[in-house]
Each structure stands twice: as C-alpha cells, then as structure tokens.
C-alpha cells in the first residue's frame, strides 16, 4: 500500500530564508508524488509532481523537490521565502490502479517578516 | 490543465436532511473523485467517480451515505444523506487529467447543525 509521512506539522522560517518541507514515502512501485498546496480559505494548488523522468522537478512560484529512492524521501525546498508562502502544504502519491490521491497529514508553514 | 467549479460554495444544514453537491469540469476528464477534508484535518478519498456505472468508495465510506452520480465525462455530484453535526467538512471533488494531474474544486463548506 502507498503512504506518505510528513515529518513536521509546523515550520517557521523568516522571509528570505531556505524553505525545507520534509517528506517520506512508501510504496510497493514506482510511485508519482506531488505536492499541493492550501492557502487559508483557498482551493488546493498543484506545486509540482514527479513521474519517473526526472529526479529533481521544478514547479511553480520558486519551489522545487527531488526524488531520493534510496532515502525515500521527496522534499520540497525554495531557496528564499515570501511572506504570500504562508500555506499548509501537503505531500501526496497516487495510491492505486484509478489514480486516487493518498495525503500526507500537512505542515503548517509560517513566515515570518 | 482543468477548471472545476463547485456549488454550493457552502451551506448550513439541520441533521436528518440531505444535501447535494455538484462539481463541473471545463472538459472531459476520465476520472473524477470526491474527497472530504475535515476542520484542520488532511484530506480523506471518499470515493471514485465512474462514468456510466456505480462509484467505487473508499473503506469506510457507502453508497447509501454518499450516493454519487455521474451522468458523463465533465459533471458529477455527490450526495450527503440523512447528515449529522460528524458530516460537518469540506467536500471537494478532482478531476485528473490525461496527463494524470489531479486538479481540485474550491470546496464546499458544510456545516450541520
């Protein structure tokens, strides 16, 4: 069965410092992950996905990810923070034969001026 | 990409009523899904949409509770029966593309009193 694991419920940066959302997975085949993002009171937003082609995927508004089979991990990072970053962001892998949606639990992410 | 609506945007409804949700793609899309997200919580597949035949839902979750209909490739609704203060969520419904991308509706807001 696919799962994913996002190690922090909470994370605060100062803008124009890293951003690092972290992320395990698991799943019995090659997987397609995601990140998605939520800002308060908005719809969900597609950041970017990873499909077996590259391991390092660009998305939009600066963030990126890399896929780490050995680690099993598909972090999502962004070299500087703007305060508009302030979302919760989910990780997700596509669970099964349909194509449904698995979700990681969210982080919180808090900017602070 | 896809464009998806949803109405209502939210409601607030007494238990022991029904409410019915509807989600319109602004194309064709072979898979819908309907997922629900509860207050501060991640979100949880309810269901998938199959055009011209019986949803397919998730552990936990039965036709009886959640009917689901989807009559062709760019419309669905879901169905919240005889619903309880516990059916207090957002419910939002997916499209995924040929490009296996999942897009989101805004939600809907649902509050039973």
């Not at chain 1, 019995?28 to 937003?45: A, D, E």
């Not at chain 1, 349909?98 to 602070?112: A, P």
């Not at chain 2, 949803?55 to 919240?80: M, Q």
Request: aromatic residues 10%.
């Amino acid at each position: 069965a696919q799962s994913v694991t996002q190690l922090d419920s909470h994370v605060s940066v100062s803008e124009g410092t890293p951003v690092l959302l972290r992320c395990n997975y698991s799943s019995s085949y090659s997987p397609s992950l995601f990140w998605y993002v939520q800002h308060p009171n908005k719809g969900l937003q597609l950041l970017l996905k990873y499909t077996s082609a590259a391991t390092l995927v660009k998305g939009i508004n600066g963030f990126e990810a890399e896929f780490k089979k050995s680690e099993t991990s598909f972090h999502l990072t962004k070299p500087s923070a703007h305060m508009s970053d302030a979302a919760e962001y989910f990780c997700v892998v596509s669970g099964g034969s349909q194509g449904n949606l698995i979700f990681g639990k969210g982080t919180k992410l808090s900017v602070k001026p | 990409s896809a464009v998806i609506s949803q109405k209502p945007s939210r409601d607030i409804c007494q238990r022991g009523t029904s409410l019915t949700i509807q989600c319109q793609v602004d194309s064709q899309v072979t898979m819908m899904f309907w997922y629900r997200q509860q207050p501060g919580q991640s979100l949880t597949l309810i269901a998938t949409a199959n055009q011209g035949s019986e949803a397919t839902y998730e552990s936990g979750f039965v036709i009886d509770k959640f009917p689901i209909s989807r009559p062709n490739l760019t419309f669905s609704t879901l169905t919240v029966s005889n619903m309880s203060p516990e059916d207090s969520s957002i419910y939002l419904c997916s499209a995924q593309t040929a490009s296996y991308e999942q897009y989101f509706g805004p939600g809907t807001r649902l509050t039973v009193t």
